[in-house]
């Protein structure tokens, strides 16, 4: 097992890993930005090093300061959080170069996954059907025109390298065609370094259902069934569920075996999560994630698997200890999302948080960064906390969860708690006549 780990990330998760280190016995480094030296896990972890400007590409993106972090403290292994370069190829691959350990997949399917494109491929490969649509396409070629038409309109142009809901843009008709394709293609360069784009038919209603899959280096791949993440604002989500529900259990069987399968011809190795949307019956695979996702939380609840610690002894070259069938899943968990951000406008909301009290009680979980007179920068992602609610039931983690967001104070900042309140009384949500199309429809928010 690893002697030193060093948290290559911030905020909620870098404490999430950095808890789960400090109960293996494995010590802690925390790099951090220097708009970042009063986060909770660099006073807790055992050494901290100061990487950067506050600017990502010069802190949490710069890799050499990194690695250097990494020699400097005699770390063995990197974990690499949520975000930043958790899915960056190049980053892997110079982390084992450099003779250290990368806590998640290898390299090679990092790249394969990393392109929305080749990962459609992969999957296809072994059976699994993805939504249909193209490969890369050209936004000036007239023949994109005569593939969009075959599609059928609605469609969906989507930039390869994408992630975060950025670089998507849905076309109605085509007179709108080419403007979005070049659109998009500018957006993809601007955000992600690539104008490598594609097209897909536009799901019109269906919910998003991610299978958590994890495998070993003995080839042993283990589903923790899977979340429901159909309530999302501009492709983000912000509410998650486990398991999903009103799915017939025999089709979430056969996409947990499918997930499990595709897995093992992928010969992927650590956490991952494959993404599906389910309309009309049906699964249709949009991408995998080869990294920690931020929803883990709720599957960890269902399934009493630490899914973190699970993570770092896969890297660590340890075979996975349980089989599919000692996996249960037990009752429901719902996870809230809260951001620095206003309720109804979205606006962010950086500055001082002047008191914070987390909510608590049988069978909730609060994981947040936060502590009363701690200064949210501006300059990252705008998620501080994430409330999470697990009970025998979906209705009873409903309840559960309304409680827990009455409780929670966070004076200073406007927070999104405002809307997660109304969420959870509404009756369309409660009832769980949900998509993907939740926040719009039902609420009218775009
Ligand atoms: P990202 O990597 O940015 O999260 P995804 O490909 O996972 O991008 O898609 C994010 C969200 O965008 C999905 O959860 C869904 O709400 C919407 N979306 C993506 N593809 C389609 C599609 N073909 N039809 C309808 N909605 C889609």
Redesign the pocket.
Known sequence: MFKKILIANRGEVALRVLRACKEMGIATVAIYSEADKDLKHVKMADESVCIGPAESAKSYLNIPAIISACEVTDSDAIHPGVGFLAENDHFAEQVLASGYTFIGPDPESIKIMGN?ISAKEAVSNSGMQC?PGTGRISATNRETMEIAKKVGYPV?I?AAA???????QIVEEEADLLDKLQLTQREALNSFGSDEIYL????TS?R?VEIQIAGDNAGNVIHFFERD?SI?RK?QKIIEEAPAFGIPEEKLQEIRQVSVDTCKELNYKGLGTF?F?YENGEFYF??MNTRLQVEHTITEMITGIDLVKLQIKIAAGEEIRFSQEEINCRGHAIECRINAEHSETFIPSPGLVTEFHPPGGFRIRTDSHLYSGYKVPQYYDALIAKICSHSKDRLDAIRKMRVALEEMYIEGIDTNTDLHDKIFHEKNFVEGNIS?NYLKEILNIS
């Open positions: 929305k939504v969906i989507k994408g992630g975060g809901g950025k670089g998507i897909e038919k536009f799901l269906p998003h993440c999302q492709n993404e949307l949009i991408e993907i």
